[in-house]
């Protein structure tokens, strides 16, 4: 064996070593994720049903206070001036207005949620174009240490007979039969 041989040879056990261990980790990496990016692209949550009843409840409540409270303040009026008709545009506008809030607030809501699907939907995709690349480029820069590891193996073994050329060129050159070397 010629001269840094086995050093070449090694470097190439290494390579294709580290190369089959992240691999294998892709593997393991793709095969845990891969459902779950694909679930997340395919059909992406946005808030639970929970989360969204209690926020639509919130602006129900606030919706119905601000009515309540304009009611009241209106029936106070009335009992205060003696007149039942003063307070009953403005407690008239007071619903519109808390009707309208409330409808803002349903439309946010729905908004916020699709919002957060379409949130969920890109980081899926884009956690699927990343997942393939994450150990597959280091395996394949590992393997490319191969190449590098043989043609250092050649030119180690082409480097060991440089001693015989040497030697014998002249004497073959000197028999006149040159073209075997």
């Keep these: 064996m010629a001269r840094g041989s086995q050093q070449a040879n090694t ?23 891969a459902p779950e990016l694909e679930s997340a692209a395919a059909h992406p949550s946005g808030y639970s049903p929970t989360d969204i009843a209690g926020m639509t409840t919130a602006a129900e409540q606030s919706a119905g206070g601000s009515t309540a409270g304009a009611t009241g303040q209106g029936a106070l009026l ?3 001036t003696k007149n039942a008709g003063t307070a009953d545009a403005a407690i008239g506008q007071s619903a519109r207005s808390a009707g309208q809030a409330l409808s803002k607030a349903s439309t946010g809501i729905a908004q916020a949620n699709a919002n957060q699907k379409a949130q969920n939907q890109r980081a899926g995709l884009s956690g699927l174009e ?35 050329n040497s030697v014998f060129k002249p004497i073959m050159e000197a028999a006149g039969n040159s073209k075997f070397i």
């Excluded at 470097?11 to 994720?33: E, K, R």
């Excluded at 150990?135 to 073994?157: D, S």
Aim: proline letters at 2%; charged letters at 5%; zero cysteines.
């Design 130 to 164: 990343g997942l393939t690349g994450l150990e597959t480029g280091g395996a394949n820069t590992a393997l490319g240490i191969v190449p590098q590891a043989v043609n250092a193996n050649t030119q180690a073994e082409n480097a060991s007979w440089d001693w015989a």
């Design 11 to 33: 470097a190439a056990t290494s390579a294709q070593n580290f190369s089959n261990q992240l691999q294998n980790n892709q593997s393991q990496l793709f095969n845990t994720l």
């Design 78 to 80: 009335a009992s205060r």
